[in-house]
């Protein structure tokens, strides 16, 4: 009993993760129609800045308040990168799809090499608070706290990302100028900073997966991000691209299965486990897990 809780709460936490980046996908291609290759990029500058936060940013540390800090700054890294990226290189190429790709796929290499060019290529351990650094008895498993930390923040982005995409201005209208900017723009409405502060938040995300994640894998690498975008475009294409609850379900289901395979059977197999279910579903639910007919990021 006490290694399935364990199981279960720790494929929680694992889909938490994946959430976390995924979300920012599926907002930005939701909302924006841009498919972003670029997205474990800011994943890993997000790490890697709260890693160096820790250890030189006057007020930042391994203690509750100084990782606050460090997160902060890791979070505000990547949502500036992310912001600069679409006011740079985004923002011309919107509607042609290929040069979209192109362009972010360059960057989803470019940017980790730098970081490996600066601070090479060894795993480099992450600080970890005392607030979070043991674990917690339930039904006899010893769970580790980072697991829970995980899966609160996950759902409060989750809530928050479902009441910006329906109840804030912003995300009417981005919705309203993806599907017809010619007649937003006639309105007087200026969409194009609507969509720079959607792809902000999807970096914002990102970041913050790569802080957290920091704390579930115990430390940081280069092409951390580019691995765990893998399962992010996995969750966007299960839970259906354009939903935000779709995409919270499939992580759900994808970090469940990666821990149960990974456990009952040998060691790896749960990433192809998790592709056995992209397959399942492609082939019986072209939609996702949201459905053909889901709205923008229901």
């Known amino acids: 009993m006490s290694t399935v809780v364990l199981l279960v709460v ?4 694992l889909g938490a993760l994946y959430f976390l980046i995924a979300s920012g996908l599926s907002l930005i291609f939701g909302l924006m129609d841009v498919l972003n290759f670029a997205h474990g990029a800011f994943l ?18 391994s203690d509750g308040f100084g990782f606050l800090v460090s997160v902060a700054f890791g979070v505000a890294a990547g949502t500036l990168a992310a912001t600069l990226v679409e006011l740079g290189v985004i923002r011309p190429l919107y509607g042609r799809h290929r040069e979209q790709i192109l362009v972010t796929v360059g ?17 480099l351990t992450f600080p970890r608070p005392e607030l979070v650094s043991g674990t917690v008895s339930l039904l006899g498993a ?9 899966i609160a923040v996950a759902g409060l ?47 914002a995300a990102a970041a913050l997966a790569g802080a957290l994640g920091g704390l579930y894998f115990g430390v940081v690498t280069p092409f951390q991000g580019t691995s765990l975008l893998i399962f992010a475009f996995i969750v966007v294409v299960i839970g259906g691209t354009t939903s935000t609850v779709g995409c919270a379900v499939a992580s759900v ?4 299965v990666q821990q149960f395979a990974n456990y009952y059977t040998v060691a790896g197999l749960g990433d192809i486990a998790v592709v056995i279910v992209l397959a399942a579903v492609l082939l019986t639910r072209q939609g996702g897990l949201a459905g053909a007919t889901a709205g923008r990021v229901a």
């Open 10 to 13: 720790t494929g929680l936490g």
């Open 44 to 61: 890993s500058i997000g790490a890697y800045a709260t890693w160096w936060a820790s250890g030189h940013l006057p007020g930042a540390g």
């Open 107 to 123: 960057l989803s290499l470019a940017v980790p090499a730098l970081i490996q060019a600066v601070w090479g290529a060894d795993p």
């Open 142 to 150: 010893a769970i580790p706290t980072d697991r829970f930390l995980l």
């Open 157 to 203: 982005v989750l809530a928050g990302l479902l009441l910006f995409g329906s109840r804030t201005r912003y995300g009417l209208i981005v919705r309203a100028g993806v599907e017809d900017r010619a007649m937003v723009t006639a309105l007087g409405i200026d969409v194009r900073r609507s969509f720079t502060l959607v792809f902000a938040i999807g970096g």
């Open 253 to 256: 289901a994808v970090g469940m």
